[in-house]
């Protein structure tokens, strides 16, 4: 049996168009990666190494922070004190470390951030430009995370 070339030709024109009722196939832009969830509540870090040991509980409620940090070195003075500040856009925590030590009571500014089950904390040169017992960095974009805390059940 021979197919008419006109009807072969009026079938690929019946195949390759499309009716005006069919809407225009368009690429969709690929949406942003949604930024990861925001995990409220309460948490706790710690960090032993020998018979020192640094132990810090976190808040978290929004940007909000709220907290506590003893820091317990051996046989030597330790510091325990609240931890209170924000979450940053980038996600780091600035906190005001508010603390006894030594008989002494010092404010020390904190940064730390959290990454899956540790908490990082930025360690770098601290200074107390007003001389009013409050320490700051030096300059903090200097600083680094070395201080790693893994997290732990909270008493």
């Given at each position: 049996m021979?197919?008419?070339?006109?009807?072969?030709?009026?079938a690929?024109?019946?195949?390759?168009?499309?009716?005006?009722?069919e809407?225009?196939?368009?690429?969709?832009?690929?949406?942003?990666?949604?930024?990861?969830?925001?995990v409220?509540?309460?948490?706790?870090?710690?960090?032993?190494?020998?018979?020192?040991?640094?132990?810090?509980?976190?808040?978290l409620?929004?940007?909000?922070?709220?907290?506590?940090?003893?820091?317990?070195?051996?046989?030597k003075?330790?510091?325990?004190?609240?931890?209170?500040?924000?979450?940053?856009?980038a996600?780091?925590?600035?906190?005001?470390?508010?603390?006894?030590?030594?008989?002494?009571?010092?404010t020390?500014?904190?940064?730390?951030?959290?990454?899956?089950?540790?908490?990082?904390?930025?360690t770098?040169?601290?200074?107390?430009?007003?001389?009013?017992?409050?320490?700051?960095?030096?300059?903090?974009?200097?600083?680094?995370?070395?201080?790693?805390?893994?997290s732990v059940?909270?008493?």
């Amino acid at each position: 049996m021979r197919t008419s070339p006109i009807l072969f030709l009026a079938a690929i024109a019946l195949f390759s168009c499309s009716s005006p009722e069919e809407p225009a196939t368009t690429l969709e832009p690929t949406p942003e990666p949604a930024p990861p969830a925001v995990v409220e509540g309460r948490f706790c870090f710690l960090h032993a190494l020998n018979k020192d040991s640094t132990f810090v509980q976190l808040t978290l409620a929004g940007d909000s922070i709220t907290g506590t940090m003893r820091w317990r070195p051996w046989e030597k003075d330790g510091a325990t004190g609240t931890l209170a500040g924000i979450r940053t856009a980038a996600g780091e925590f600035d906190l005001v470390y508010d603390y006894m030590i030594e008989g002494q009571r010092q404010t020390e500014t904190k940064v730390m951030k959290r990454e899956g089950s540790l908490l990082w904390i930025k360690t770098g040169e601290l200074l107390d430009p007003n001389n009013d017992g409050h320490l700051r960095y030096a300059d903090v974009s200097k600083a680094s995370y070395t201080q790693q805390l893994a997290s732990v059940p909270c008493p």
